[in-house]
C-alpha cells in the first residue's frame, strides 16, 4: 500500500524547480510507471512527491537537420513511437519504443522519467547511447548538459544533483552510412529485457568500418559500452566472423546478476548472441 | 474473431447454438456489476491479515496490545482466542483430510499462512496495525520438496502423517504385468511438472456482517453453497443462518471454492466487533497465500507393440502438496485417471502420493490434474512412435477411446469424437505444408470429465437444482445454484432455459449467486454446471411447459392424440405448427386458472449409473506452430488449431472464448508461468515477474468443433473450456522435440532448458563419433 504523501503540482518549469529545491524527502514523479511500483511495495515512501505532468514545456519532440532530435523529458514513449520525424531519422527509436512493455504504459510513461528512473534494464538508454546522445539537466541553479552514457551511475541512480530535473534527450544527426540496431531478450515480447544489446555502426567510403558502438542493457549496474568489441571493429572490413567475435567479447566484458529469469550463464549467452546480431542488423542496414 | 469451423452440424434449434451474447455482458461492460471487491456496507471496517514470515514454527506467543493503541484499529482475532480451532477441509466426509485452520492455533506451516487478522476504520491504518502485532515463534525446521518430506528424518508436517504422505491413491485394471510381457517395447521416463497460479482478476474478496445471530457474506468464489455449508462448520453455525452473495465472481479457475483468509479472518471479526468487515488480497497476498496449481513429479512406464497397440502402462506420481490437502486429495485421483486419456491400456496401474511441504499449499486449478498427465503422457507416447518409427497420430488413432467403449471398471464412453480429431489436425499440417527451418507442429490429445460424481463433500442436496417462475407478462425467472464466474453459466443456463420453454433469451432473468435466493448446487468446479445444472434447468423448464400446455389442451380443445410444444412464443400443435395460441395468452390464462399462482417449475439432478468419476467425457486434439530460436531458445507459438467434441455446443460464442481463455493458460503452464521458491519463499509474487502471456501475443486459436451427442447432457451436451488447459504443454514440447530432437522433461520450458538440451545432445552425439573412431 501506497504511503501517504504530500503532492506538489508546479505549473511552470520555474515553479518546479523551486518547489524541488525548497522541499526534502521529495520525489519527482510524471508518468510514474516506474516512481509507483516502488512506491507500491514500500521500498520508497517519499514525504513529498513533485507532478511535473502539467509542465507542457517539457513536452515536444523537435527535429533540426543541422541540430538533430531533441525530446522533452515529459514526452510519453507512445507519443516517440508514433512521431514521423523519428520513424524517418531513427527508426531504431521507434521500434525500441514499439516494444516498450504495453501501450497503457507506453501512454502514461515519459523519456525523462524512464532515463532518471535508472533501472539498467530499461530500454530507451542503451539504444540513445548507441546513437551517441546528450541529456540536459538542470535546477535552480542553472542547466547541464552531459552524455547520456555518463548519466546512470549506479542501479537506480543518476548524476542528477539534488534540486535538477532531467529536461531534454538530444540525439545528433546520424552520420552517413549507419545503421543502429536494439533487441532485448524475453519471454513475452513486450515484457521487461532479461538482457539486451544495441548496437550502431558506421561505415567509410570504403566499406571499412568508420565508428561502432555496442551498448548492453541489464548487463551490470548501468547500461554498459563494450569498447574493447567496438575498437575491434572500428577500421576493419566487418564480416560475420568479426560479429562473432564481438559478441564473444560482450559475453565476457559484462556483469549480469543471477535471478530468477536466468542465470549469469544464460545472460552472458545471450549478450554475445544479441551483439552479434545487432551488428550483423546495423551492418545491414548501413551497407544499404 | 479467431477461425470456428462445426464439423457434422446435426441439430436444429431455436436458440441453442445461435449467436446468444453473455447476458450479463453490458453489465460488466458497463461496470455496472457489483463484485464483491464493489461492495460496501455503511459502518464498514477493514481488515488486513497478519502472515507467517516462516515456513514452519511453532506460535508461542501472540501480542497485540500496541495495535490496539494504535488510533482507528477497531479489533484484533487470533486462532487461539477467537476461533474454534476446527480444523476444516473441503474433503468434508474424511476428517483426516479436514487439516486446515485458518488461522491456526498453535503452528504455522508455510510463509504466508494467516497468523491474526486486525480491524480498523481504514485499509491503511489495518496495514499498519500489523507491524504493532508481536508474535514469539519457535523456528522448527522445514522441508519443501515432497522427494525430502518423504525420507525418514523429514520434519514432520502434521502429527500423525508418516513421511508427510497426506494421501495415496491407486488406480489398476487388468493384468499389468501381463499386459507388459505382451509388449516389444517398454519406455520409462521421469518428469517434472510445475505449479501454477491462478491468476484471477480478482484477488480473493470478502465482506462479512454478522448481526442478530445471523452472517451474511459477500465473497468473490465458485460455489456459495461450499462456502455456506464450510463457514457453518467453523463457526458452528447453522447452513441456514449463513448466507453467501457471489453475484460476480472476476475469476476462479478451481481456486475459489475453498475457505480463504478473506472470508474466514472478515468474518470472525465481524462476529467479534459486530460491523461489517471487508478484507481484500493485495496481488502479492493472492499469490503466496491463496492456492496453486499441484506441482508433480511423474514417473512413467509405458510398453507397446511393435504395430504401436499399447498394451500396458504404469504411472507413479509424488505432488508436492504443500501445507494442506485442499482439493489436492482430487487432484491426486484425477491426475491418474486421466494419464490413461484417451486411450485403451489393456493393463494400467497408478499410485499416486501426495506429500505434505512447508510451501503454499496445493491444489485444484482449471484441468484438474490432467494438465500434469498430458505433459508427460503426450510427449512419452510421441516419443515412443518416434522410437518405433511409426506416425504419432495413426498410433494415437488405433489406441483411442471409441463410442461404447468401457474403461475398465471405471467409465462407459457414451459420446467420442477424438477419431474425427486426428482427421482434422491431420488435414491442418498437411495444408501448411513445408515449414520454416526454425519452425515445427506438436500435438497432443486428452480427455477430460464433465462434472464429478464421487461425493466427497457429502452434500444432502441433489448436486444441481433449479427453479424457474413465469410471471403474468411472459417474463421467466430462473434461480439457480449454478456460479457465474466469467465463463458464461448465467448465459448457457438462460440459452437452455429459452430453447426448453419456447420463448425468447430475452425473456429469462437469471438469478445466481446467492445462497437464500438460489438452490443448492455443489458450483463452478469440474466442469460440471452445464451438464448438471444444465439437466436441472432443462427439467424445471419441462416441468413448467408442462403445466403451461395443459392449459393449452383444454383452451385449444384439441384433440390429446395431438403433441403441443412452445416454439418462439407460440403454443402450436407440432403437426399443425400454424394451429395454436400466444404463449403470453397462454401464460395469463394458465395463471389466471391456477387462481393466480404463478407457473412455476423445478428440476434437479444427481448422476446415477455412471460409475464413480464423471457422467461424460469431452475428447480433443490440438495442433500447435513453434517457432524456437536455436541460440537463444526462446519460444514462440506461432499458429495452433483445435479439434474439439464437446458434444452438443450449446454456446458457440461462450465456447469460442472459453478455448481461448483455456489456452492461454495452457500456453502459461508449456512455457511461461515458473513459480520458483526459495526455503519456501514465492520469489515471483508480482505480475511483473511472472510471466502470463498477453492477448497480443496469443497465436491464432482457430477451433474445429466435432458434433457429437452426449445422451447424458442437456441437447448432447459436455464439458468445454476446462478439457483445453490439458493439451498444450506436452504440444510445444513435442514442436521442439520435432525441431531438434530434444526430450523437455520439466515444464514450464524456459529457453535455458532447451540450450541445455541441445548442448547435452551435440555432446552426446561427439561422444558417440569419438567412440566409433
Known sequence: MINDFNYLRPGTLKEAFAMYAEHDDCKVICGGQSLLIVMRQGMISPEYLLDIKSIKELDYIKFDKKEGLRIGATTIHRAIEKSDVIKKNYPVLTAMENKLASVQVRNWGTIGGNLAHADPAGDPAPVLITLKA????????????????????????????????????????????????????????????????????????????????????????????????????????LKESLFAEAGKIASEDCEPVADIHASEEHRRHILGVLTKRMLQKAFEQAKA | MNKYTVINPHSEFKVINTHVHNVDGVAKVTGRATYTFDVKLPNMLYGKILRSPHPHAKILKIDYSRALELPGVVGVVTGKEDTLGIKQGIWRRYKDLCDEQILPVDKVRYIGEPVAAVAAITEEIAEKALDYIDVDYEVLPAVFEPMDAIKKDAPEIHEGFERNINITRHIEWGDVEAAFEEADYIREDWFKCGGQAHMCMETRVAVSSYTDGKLTIYHSNQSPYYLQALMAGVLDMREGDVRVISTYTGGGFGGKFELDGAIFCSAVLSR????????????????????????????????????????????????????????????????????????????????????????????????????????????????????????????????????????????????????????????????????????????????????????????????????????????????VGCQELGQGSNTTMAIIAAETLGVKIEDIKVYSGDTDQCPADLGAWGSRQTLMTGNAVKMACEDAKKQLLEFAYAEMGINIVYDLDIKDRWAHIVARPERGMKYEDLVKK???????????????????????????????????????????????????????????????????????????????YGYLEYMPFEDGKLMNPNLVDYKMIRATEMPPTAVAEIDTYEPEGPYGAKEAGEGLTNPTAAAIGNAIFHRFGIQMKENPIKPEMILKALKEKKEKEQEKKKGKK
Open chain 1, 134 to 237: 546528450n541529456i540536459k539537466v538542470g535546477g535552480a541553479a542553472g542547466e547541464r548538459t552531459m552524455p547520456l552514457e555518463d548519466f546512470s551511475v549506479d542501479y537506480f541512480e543518476t548524476a542528477l544533483n539534488k534540486g535538477e530535473l532531467v529536461l531534454e534527450v538530444q540525439v545528433p544527426v546520424s552520420e552517413p552510412k549507419t545503421g543502429a540496431a536494439y533487441q532485448k531478450f524475453n519471454l513475452l515480447e513486450s515484457d521487461m529485457g532479461i538482457v539486451a544489446a544495441a548496437a550502431s555502426v558506421t561505415l567509410n567510403g570504403n566499406g571499412k568500418c568508420k565508428d561502432a558502438r555496442i551498448v548492453l542493457g541489464n548487463a551490470g549496474s548501468t547500461p554498459r559500452r563494450v569498447k574493447r568489441a567496438e575498437e575491434l571493429l572500428i577500421g576493419k572490413t
Open chain 2, 272 to 479: 467479534k466487533l459486530h460491523k461489517p468487515v471487508k478484507i481484500v488480497y493485495t496481488r502479492e497476498e493472492d499469490f503466496i497465500a491463496s492456492k496453486r496449481r499441484t506441482p508433480m513429479l511423474y514417473y512413467v512406464r509405458t510398453g507397446v507393440k511393435k504395430d504401436g497397440t499399447f498394451c500396458a502402462r504404469e504411472a507413479k506420481v509424488f505432488t508436492n502438496g504443500g501445507a494442506y490437502t485442499g482439493m489436492g486429495a482430487t487432484a491426486i485421483y484425477l491426475t491418474g485417471f486421466f494419464h490413461s486419456f484417451p486411450y485403451r491400456w489393456k493393463g494400467y496401474r497408478y499410485d499416486g502420493y501426495r506429500v505434505y511441504t512447508n510451501t503454499l499449499p496445493s491444489t485444484s486449478m482449471r484441468g484438474f490434474g490432467a494438465p500434469q498427465a498430458m505433459f508427460t503422457s503426450e510427449q512419452q507416447i510421441e516419443w515412443i512412435a518416434a522410437d518405433l518409427g511409426l506416425d504419432p497420430i495413426e498410433m494415437r488413432r488405433k489406441n483411442s477411446h471409441y463410442e461404447g467403449y468401457e474403461v475398465p471398471g471405471q467409465a462407459t464412453i457414451a459420446s467420442c469424437g477424438i477419431d474425427q480429431c486426428y482427421d482434422e489436425i491431420q488435414k491442418w499440417i498437411k495444408d501448411k505444408g513445408k515449414l520454416p527451418a526454425n519452425r515445427a507442429i506438436g500435438i497432443s490429445a486428452c480427455g477430460f470429465m464433465t462434472g464429478g460424481i464421487f461425493n466427497w463433500f457429502d452434500t444432502p442436496y441433489s448436486f444441481s437444482s433449479a427453479v424457474v417462475t413465469i410471471n403474468y407478462d411472459g417474463t421467466v425467472e430462473l434461480r
Open chain 2, 590 to 668: 394458465a395463471l389466471r386458472a391456477k387462481d393466480g399462482q404463478r407457473i412455476m417449475g423445478r428440476g434437479y439432478y444427481t448422476p446415477h449409473r455412471k460409475g464413480m468419476i464423471s457422467p461424460a467425457y469431452s475428447y480433443m486434439l490440438q495442433g500447435v506452430e513453434v517457432e524456437i530460436d536455436e541460440e537463444t531458445g526462446k519460444i514462440k507459438l506461432i499458429d495452433s488449431l483445435t479439434a474439439h467434441d464437446c458434444g452438443q455446443p450449446i454456446n458457440h460464442l461462450g465456447l469460442i472464448g472459453q478455448l481461448e481463455g483455456a489456452f492461454s493458460m495452457a500456453a502459461g
